[in-house]
């Protein structure tokens, strides 16, 4: 039973996650598509999107990954430069996050500065993050379903300050009541597109690749 929860849940707790951020990316290049257009982008969902990136997945999503990938690296040698390679992102990853909170609030606090300012970089975060979470999903996911085990995922959760999702847990913080909004009606609006069109989702998720 031990095993059963610890193991399955956990991978399948990953999985879940995975999509949460996808999902928020996709919200972020929304935003940088209107950028582009020269139309005016919501830069308060933006900096709220950027925040719990840098709040959540930098904070507790990225670390557990790290011990985790310590943990496979030791049993499948053969694993060791994609997990270098992983680790190595998840630093590159905080530091283009926190570059984008700070330009994202200075903007909503009224400064002015060049488009391509946010935008360049703001699309690359989106592009990294995507291919790292590709990477993680069909390399790593199942090499950690078949090494790891209860007592691995005990001691990751152990070492680890739990704190629960701020988004997209049941009772979310305040400060993402948009955010969360917003999120509902992507879904909808998803839905409705997938519904006239058959070939919607699979060529919407083809894009995100």
């Given at each position: 039973?031990?095993?059963?929860?610890?193991?399955?849940?956990?991978?399948?707790?990953?999985?879940a996650?995975?999509?949460?951020?996808?999902?928020?990316?996709?919200?972020?290049?929304?935003?940088?598509?209107?950028?582009?257009?020269?139309?005016?982008?919501?830069?308060e969902?933006?900096?709220?999107?950027m925040?719990?990136?840098?709040?959540?997945?930098?904070?507790?999503h990225?670390?557990?990954?790290?011990?985790?990938?310590?943990?496979i690296?030791?049993r499948?040698?053969?694993s060791?430069?994609?997990?270098?390679?992983?680790?190595?992102?998840?630093?590159?990853?905080?530091?283009?996050?926190?570059?984008?909170?700070?330009?994202?609030?200075?903007?909503?606090n009224?400064?002015?500065?060049?488009?391509?300012?946010?935008?360049?970089?703001?699309?690359a975060?989106?592009?990294?993050?995507?291919?790292?979470?590709?990477?993680e999903?069909?390399?790593?996911?199942?090499?950690?379903?078949?090494?790891?085990?209860?007592?691995?995922?005990?001691?990751?959760?152990?070492?680890?300050?739990?704190m629960?999702?701020?988004?997209?847990?049941?009772?979310?913080e305040?400060?993402?009541?948009?955010?969360?909004?917003q999120?509902?009606r992507?879904?909808?609006?998803?839905?409705?597109?997938?519904?006239?069109?058959?070939?919607?989702?699979?060529?919407?998720?083809?894009?995100r690749?």
């Amino acid at each position: 039973m031990l095993k059963r929860f610890s193991s399955e849940v956990a991978i399948a707790l990953w999985h879940a996650e995975h999509v949460n951020f996808a999902k928020l990316l996709d919200l972020l290049e929304g935003q940088l598509d209107l950028f582009h257009k020269g139309e005016s982008p919501d830069y308060e969902l933006m900096l709220d999107i950027m925040f719990y990136m840098t709040h959540y997945p930098d904070v507790l999503h990225h670390p557990k990954e790290d011990l985790a990938f310590a943990r496979i690296k030791q049993r499948a040698a053969d694993s060791g430069r994609i997990v270098d390679e992983l680790t190595e992102q998840h630093a590159l990853l905080k530091e283009s996050g926190d570059a984008l909170v700070h330009a994202l609030d200075d903007i909503v606090n009224g400064s002015i500065m060049p488009r391509e300012h946010v935008e360049e970089p703001a699309r690359a975060y989106v592009a990294d993050f995507r291919r790292h979470m590709h990477t993680e999903e069909t390399a790593i996911l199942p090499l950690a379903a078949t090494l790891l085990r209860a007592s691995d995922w005990v001691a990751i959760d152990a070492a680890i300050r739990h704190m629960d999702d701020p988004l997209f847990a049941k009772n979310g913080e305040e400060r993402y009541a948009a955010l969360r909004r917003q999120i509902a009606r992507e879904a909808v609006a998803f839905q409705d597109c997938a519904q006239q069109d058959p070939g919607f989702e699979e060529v919407n998720s083809a894009r995100r690749q």
